[in-house]
């Protein structure tokens, strides 16, 4: 059974481009969170996602930002007009069920330099 | 607002040592509290769950404990080797949407 899968694992883009990463969930996870890590610090929520629809978004930033999970195919964070602050790892995890008492699993993040 | 805070923020240990991360979180409504490992440059590897309603989970070398109570959790590595270096992350999950809230880890080098 194959982990979260994520890509590209290492993203390289100029100021002004747009960032797609893409996170496929474990199989017969239905539940799926982005997660960002800024260097040196601890990994922040930044969105929880179901089949074609977003569930709590509160940790997303309110520009540029936004995630989709449709009913075919992986979901996807984009990053719209990337600026240098946006240079971080974001990981995806997986979660079987609503995940209050579920465990979450990562997969082993996207790394985004923006130049 | 839930916080969670790891203490310390890096500890260096010969090998074959016991040792304890610690691991404190603000509001004691949790779900579950959920320890990872991290190597550089990778992803988190789950290690252990323990949900609100249990004490302590083993897995191999490895005790998680949780005291809800008093807010804290420990993760105790016995006979640790030079393969566990890496930074050990705890997380609660207290929301309803099952986010985790992460501490900022703490480094561990285990020294041959």
């Known amino acids: 059974n194959a982990g979260v899968m994520q890509n590209p694992r290492h993203l390289v883009r100029r100021r002004g481009q747009e960032a797609r990463l893409r996170c496929s969930p474990m199989?017969?996870?239905?539940?799926v969170y982005w997660y960002r890590q800024l260097p040196e610090e601890g990994l922040k929520f930044m969105v929880y996602?179901?089949?074609?629809?977003?569930?709590?978004e509160s940790g997303m930033p309110k520009e540029r930002f936004s995630a989709e999970f449709p009913k075919e195919g992986p979901s996807i964070l984009r990053i719209q007009q990337v600026v240098r602050g946006d240079s971080a790892a974001y990981f995806c995890?997986?979660?079987?069920?609503?995940?209050?008492?579920?465990?979450?699993?990562f997969g082993e993040g996207s790394r985004l330099t923006v130049l | 607002k839930q916080e969670v805070t790891q203490i310390p923020a890096a500890l260096s240990v010969p090998e074959g040592e016991n040792l304890v991360l610690n691991c404190s979180f603000t509001d004691s409504a949790i779900y579950n509290l959920q320890w990872f490992r991290q190597d550089p440059g990778k992803g988190l590897t789950s290690l252990l769950l323990?949900?609100?309603?249990?004490r302590e989970q083993t897995s191999g070398r490895l005790n998680a404990s949780l005291d809800k109570s008093s807010g804290r959790s420990t993760l105790y590595i016995a006979a640790s080797q030079p393969g566990d270096s890496a930074t050990y992350l705890c997380a609660a999950n207290g929301g309803s949407q099952g986010n985790l809230i992460f501490g900022k880890g703490t480094k561990l080098s285990v020294k041959p």
């Open positions: 996602l179901q089949k074609e629809n977003i569930i709590d």
């Open positions: 995890a997986s979660s079987p069920n609503r995940g209050q008492t579920g465990e979450l699993f």
């Open positions: 199989k017969g996870h239905s539940h």
């Open positions: 323990i949900q609100s309603s249990q």
